[in-house]
């Protein structure tokens, strides 16, 4: 599964800079060495798929001393997948690479490939942008939050250098790949919709835990697919508690990915579950319209997939304008138009008028519920019938781009931070 693509979006610090999430991004990176921290603060929860606790901090030893995360040695990590060959690899990002392994279900140690259990084992690039405070509060999170929509976080490996991360194996790999990459069957229309809802689950519950969650990095590359196209939430190390009280939002340092983080949040630094919600509706347009958030190919306003639809949605007569000529016109028209309704009430520039998670959620369900009604919908006509041919919608393919070294992997654009 070659799983990396090209990605135009940029991740975002603006720190130093005042991007809007449609602009190009100046960019710098975050090295693994300048954000060691002894102790983190960081809430704890206990419970297994809700919150019963308040935050506490938690040190580097308790959070790394769960039993609900395996510490592996990276001898064992190097066992399971066969010494990071080359052909294990899964993908790249901006923490490092991604590798195929295999571990005993129950003891979790390596076994022969082909044997026992399929996992992912993603490797810190000591150069990459994700250091120890984002690695630890990844384990942090994940090794306590579960819920069917947040990809399992087995364990994880700490020797010297070396930073490990040992996830469940998503057999189908990212939504990015799928909606981007050339190759695969293009998402059916069910499926978009099966996995904006599954994403959606994955927020609320995080949204709506006692202890709220911002998630801050919802993208297309974040949601992960298991073989009957369940999204997973994954890459935890930008997630942040919630404000607690009366407050609306904690203030913090921008981080995030150019073209999702909303654009209140990249001007003030002023994060709220409302952030994502803004990212939400930007992967619900890049569902609907096969378009990436940020496509630098493309000339002017349409770099901006969300300047550019904005104008169509929310118009039943206009909405086919938006839509992936890769569906061939095969989706309901309500269900359509309903989507791209709950997209621009997500990205409201004003914050407070977005919806929560929760409503989004309950919409989608409801768009699901009706999809008896697009059984009416002639699943096999001709695309020169559907109102789609009418699209002005450039059929875009982004190039998939190899690294010069003739690697097997497919290069990852770096996704930059902005300070
Ligand atoms: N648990 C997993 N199962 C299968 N494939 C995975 C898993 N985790 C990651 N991958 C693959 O590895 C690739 C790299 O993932 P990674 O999270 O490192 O980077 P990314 O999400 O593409 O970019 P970013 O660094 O901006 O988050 C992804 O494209 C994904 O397809
Ligand atoms: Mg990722």
Known sequence: MGNCLDSSAAKVDTTQSSHTPSSASRLSSKTSRSSVPSTLTIPSYSGKSNFDSLPTPRTE???????NVKAFTFSELRNATRNF????????GGFGYVFKGWIDEHTLTAV????????AVKKLKPEGFQGHKEWLTEVNY???????????LIGFCLEGENRLLVYEFMPKGSLENHLFRRGPQP???????KVAIGAARGLTFLHDAESQVIYRD???SNILLDAEFNAKLSDFGLAKAGPTGDRTHVSTQVVGTHGYAAPEYVATGRLSAKSDVYSFGVVLLELLSGRRAVDKSKVGLEQSLVDWARPYLGDKRKVFRIMDTKLGGQYPQKGAFMASNIALQCLNNEAKLRPRMSDVLATLEEIEVSKTAAKHFPLNHPAVHSPVCRSPLRKHQSPLRFTPNAS??????????LR
Not at 85 to 92: I, V
Not at 112 to 119: C, D, E, I, K
Not at 187 to 193: E, H, I, K, P, T
Request: aromatic share 4%.
């Open 61 to 67: 030893g308790e959070i790394l001393g769960s039993p």
């Open 85 to 92: 060959r080359p052909d294990s690899l899964l993908g790249e």
């Open 112 to 119: 022969r490939p082909g044997s026992g259990m399929v996992v």
């Open 142 to 152: 994940l090794g306590q939050l579960h819920h069917p929509n947040l990809v399992k």
């Open 187 to 193: 998402l059916s229309w069910a499926v978009r919709m």
């Open 218 to 220: 919802f993208k297309a």
């Open 408 to 417: 097997p992997l497919p290069s990852h654009r770096q996704p930059p931070r």
